[in-house]
């Protein structure tokens, strides 16, 4: 399974696709960091973000995509272009026909370290862990995205399991 | 001119559309309100917004689109989702190659009645006087849309004039 994780972000959005399955090391298979200008129109920006996120859904044909859920309780300076990225992003996915999943920061940080409080360099310590990469992803931004997609094959899986286990009883009952 | 008003939201989200020149009174072309179900996933929802607003900017082609800028500092409840329609809104005018402006809920406040501080119902009661309505567009997003719709072609008006004269000074200096 490959998913498309992404952080969002108006002035730096972090990407990452893996690939694997469910208690299985993964495999990166590319990051990126889409930069906007914050000196340009919002137009211009999200439009460079909506493209360069359609681009590489096209590109790397993700059976998914996993998004960090923005809250208003974060940084309120940023939180904005946050919400205006995010949906950019869960409009690339949706419009390509992909389901997409939102998940909160603690929610990767503790299905990634196992501790929802982890904090940034944690997170990036266990990525390159969880890859086998010999250099951690910079900048953070792309081992967040990174972490999102992990953290989805991971409970994607889990779901798909007991959708299956489900679907079975169902069909069993018939 | 014809101009696509929005005042974005997730669950209702206005749309206007008005023809009009600067300095002369306005004419109502249409006005929409898009629903999105609050018990549906975020990615049909932004879908949904997403589709509905391209169909309009398909159907009334209108020279550019002006949306209501988010701050914020607006209800912290449903400030996440205004800026994500936000996002979509000002999205579906850049795809169609319009230009896009933003405008803060006072700018539209003042074109309107002459004062920042009016209250929703005498944006409503002066949307219904400009536009030789005889009854007041319901809802109020409604009113709203058309609102910015009207105010961008006031203001847009003085900026082209500005523009004719500063291009035709540069003509005459060559």
């Known amino acids: 399974m490959r998913v498309l994780g992404v952080d969002p972000g108006l002035t730096r959005c972090g990407v990452g696709v893996v690939e694997g399955v469910p208690?299985?090391?993964?495999?990166?298979?590319?990051?990126?960091v889409i930069y906007?200008?914050?000196?340009?129109?919002?137009?211009?920006?999200?439009?460079?973000?909506?493209?360069?996120?359609?681009?590489?859904?096209?590109?790397?044909r993700p059976r998914s995509v996993a998004v960090e859920r923005v809250f208003s309780q974060h940084n309120v300076r940023t939180v904005m272009g946050t919400a205006q990225a995010s949906a950019v992003a869960v409009l690339a996915g949706?419009?390509?026909?992909?389901?997409?999943?939102?998940?909160?920061?603690?929610?990767?940080?503790?299905a990634i370290t196992g501790s929802g409080q982890a904090d940034k360099a944690q997170i990036t310590s266990m990525v390159?862990?969880?890859?086998?990469?010999?250099?951690p992803p910079r900048p953070a931004d792309a081992a967040d995205a990174l972490a999102l997609a992990?953290?989805?094959?991971?409970?994607?899986?889990?779901?798909?399991?007991?959708?299956?286990?489900?679907?079975?009883?169902?069909?069993?009952?018939?």
Request: proline share 5%; net charge positive; glycine share 8%.
């Open 23 to 32: 208690g299985r090391p993964c495999t990166l298979v590319a990051y990126y």
């Open 150 to 174: 992990i953290c989805h094959i991971w409970r994607g899986g889990t779901r798909s399991k007991l959708e299956a286990a489900a679907s079975k009883h169902r069909g069993g009952a018939r």
């Open 128 to 135: 390159t862990r969880l890859l086998r990469l010999d250099e």
């Open 36 to 60: 906007t200008d914050p000196a340009d129109d919002l137009a211009l920006r999200l439009l460079h973000l909506d493209r360069s996120l359609n681009d590489l859904v096209a590109e790397h």
């Open 94 to 110: 949706a419009r390509a026909g992909l389901p997409v999943r939102t998940y909160t920061p603690s929610e990767v940080k503790a």
